[in-house]
């Protein structure tokens, strides 16, 4: 597909849809606390622009994400590294981790606001939590992945246990891991809005609950949309970082199919 | 000819009997209402589980189903004609038709605004010290918010005199653990849980200072005027439970086990101190009857928030015709 014709698509796409819901708006005449049109969610969003409400509940709720992105991410490859390659802690955690994974975070939020405060700490908390096993079954599963070939071939021209992780499994891994990132990344955005539910003052998830505390059902979708696009953003930074990073990796693919 | 009259009287009689007749004297099938709640089952919903379980509502010709769904989410649906009636408290409704939502309260419930400030801090004798401490409530939004500008507004003071900190439901943990020394709760339930863990409290209710409109039922303007007597059977129905609640609390509390999962297990004592004092507030006289200067002082709150604009009245928001 050429370049235009993406760009088109990109664009048609958009204006047929919003053009489409402000139909239905139009002729099922619908009030604005059922479906508010598009053109009145766009005065919410200019107005909260405009008194500055959405910029600072977007940049508190950015921060839990991005704070519980990191945490997550750090805990997620130092457990996926261990358990990848320790069998017993692999049969010790792997259980706990993995069950642990069917408590629903809209169940423990409340628990971990009991016990930890309702503060910045605890949103960035469960950010974390939410974050953690995606990267962390991918980190497993790409340092697993390493072929054994190669690994024994390290072995035996001596490579130590660091040029071992610097030269083979890290490379073997970034793929999966940067997948397992993508996805914890877009997942973070849920971790943040379920922790300003429970309470907050601020955030996007705390804009949400107003506006449905007030009927304003504009100001629901203008924060439920600001929240699309900061994932969508980070969405495509790491697609961004991924495709630079693995550009040997398109060579790889492009060689193959050659 | 004995059985030419024979066959002309079954003739006659089958005649007479139209199949839209027959149909008419068939039982008519009970309208269904979905009733969203608004909470969790309760012990304060006794007089709903105590009308279905005597058939009152069955006799009005009603099949009563429970929707435990948050408050707004209810109000919503009402205003959306989804479902015919809702419980919602009274600026719930002035905040809802300032979106154009077509409700209105129809009955009053509770006779008093069922939300009070409880402070640990015995030293705090009045509203008026509150000025610089922190205020723990569930969120910026809901009848427990708003119940709190009311008190500030009553002691002359405004929210930027005081912290507030949203922490959702957990007012008795926070209060136990120590984290907070004041709290919004809703006075007919959690002032009873603290006092049976031992707690000294100071309790500040917003009845007492600011009276306002309170929790009772919502239907739409659709259903008003095209169904008015549906919400006079559901109206009757609900009157009769809450008046053999009234009677026969022990009753009440019996029937209440059947709803609520683990109100068996539950402490009685305790539970049965909640029904008291929920209770207590549903005195109505008449019952169901509203009462305009509760609602003047609700709109003066809401307008004094800035939560309403609109330039309504208090008029707007209620109808009397059902409860007279």
């Given at each position: ?71 997550g991410t750090s805990a997620a490859i130092f457990f996926g590294y261990i358990i990848a ?8 955690i792997s259980?706990?981790l993995v069950?642990s994974q ?27 939590l939410?974050v953690f096993f995606p990267v962390f079954v991918n980190t497993v599963i790409g340092i ?33 891991f940067?997948?397992g990132l993508?996805?914890g ?74 | ?324």
């Open positions: 597909m050429t370049r235009n014709k993406k760009l088109v698509l990109w664009l048609v796409f958009p204006i047929g849809f919003i053009a489409f819901w402000e139909l239905i708006v139009i002729v099922a005449d619908l009030p604005p606390f059922i479906l508010p049109s598009p053109s009145l969610v766009f005065d919410r969003f200019l107005i909260s622009v405009k008194d500055g409400t959405l910029l600072t509940h977007s940049l508190t709720t950015l921060s839990e994400m991005l704070t519980g992105l990191f945490v390659k320790s069998r017993v802690f692999e049969a010790l259980p706990i069950s069917a408590i629903p975070i809209v169940a423990a939020a409340p628990l971990l606001v009991i016990w930890f405060g309702n503060g910045f700490f605890t949103k960035a908390l469960i950010c974390s939410v697993k992945s390493v072929p054994r070939q190669l690994s024994e071939l390290a072995k035996s021209l001596n490579a130590s246990k660091w040029q071992i992780l610097i030269m083979l499994e890290i490379p073997s891994a970034l793929a999966l940067l997948s993508k996805i990344a877009t997942l973070s955005v849920i971790g943040a809005v379920v922790g300003e539910f429970i309470g907050a003052d601020e955030g996007l998830g705390f804009l949400i609950n107003l506006g449905r505390g007030l009927f304003d059902t504009a100001l629901v979708f203008v924060a439920v949309l600001t929240l699309m696009f900061i994932a969508l953003v980070l969405y495509g930074l790491l697609s961004w970082v991924e495709k630079s990073v693995l550009y040997w990796n398109d060579h790889q693919k492009a060689s193959v199919l050659k | 000819m004995k059985h030419v009259f024979t066959i002309l009287l079954v003739f006659t009689l089958l005649t007479s009997c139209s199949p839209l007749e027959i149909s008419l004297k068939k039982t008519p099938e009970p309208t269904i209402v979905r009733l969203p709640m608004g909470y969790i089952p309760n012990i304060q919903f006794a007089p709903f589980y105590v009308a279905l379980e005597k058939g009152y509502f069955a006799q009005n010709g009603i099949e009563l189903i429970f929707d435990y769904s948050f408050e707004t989410d209810g109000i919503a649906l009402v205003g959306a004609n989804q479902v015919p009636f809702s419980l919602a408290s009274g600026e719930q409704v002035f905040l809802a038709r300032e979106q154009k939502l077509p409700i209105r309260y129809v009955y009053t419930w509770y006779r008093d605004y069922p939300v009070s400030l409880l402070s640990t801090d015995l030293s705090l004798m009045s509203l008026e010290e509150l000025k610089g401490k922190q205020i723990a409530l569930p969120g910026l939004y809901g009848a427990s918010y708003i119940g709190l500008r009311a008190l500030l507004y009553s002691a002359g003071l405004s929210e930027s005199d005081v912290n507030l900190n949203p922490i959702g439901y957990t007012q008795i943990e926070s209060i136990l653990a120590g984290a907070e020394q004041n709290v919004i709760v809703y006075s007919n339930n959690e002032p009873i849980l603290l006092d049976a863990q031992g707690v000294e409290f100071n309790q500040f209710s917003v009845a007492e200072y600011f009276n306002m409109a309170s929790n009772g039922i919502v239907t739409n303007e659709h259903t008003i005027e095209t169904n008015p007597e549906l919400v006079t059977r559901f109206l009757n129905a609900f009157r009769q439970g809450i008046e053999d609640t009234i009677s026969n609390p022990d009753e009440a509390y019996e029937i209440s086990k059947q709803y609520i999962e683990n109100l068996a297990l539950a402490d009685e004592a305790i539970q049965k101190e909640i029904l008291m004092a929920s209770i207590s507030m549903w005195q109505v006289e008449p019952y169901g009857s509203i009462d305009r200067e509760n609602w003047a002082n609700m709109l003066e709150v809401l307008v004094k928030m800035e939560l309403v604009k609109s330039g309504m009245t208090p008029e707007e928001a209620y109808t009397d015709q059902f409860s007279k």
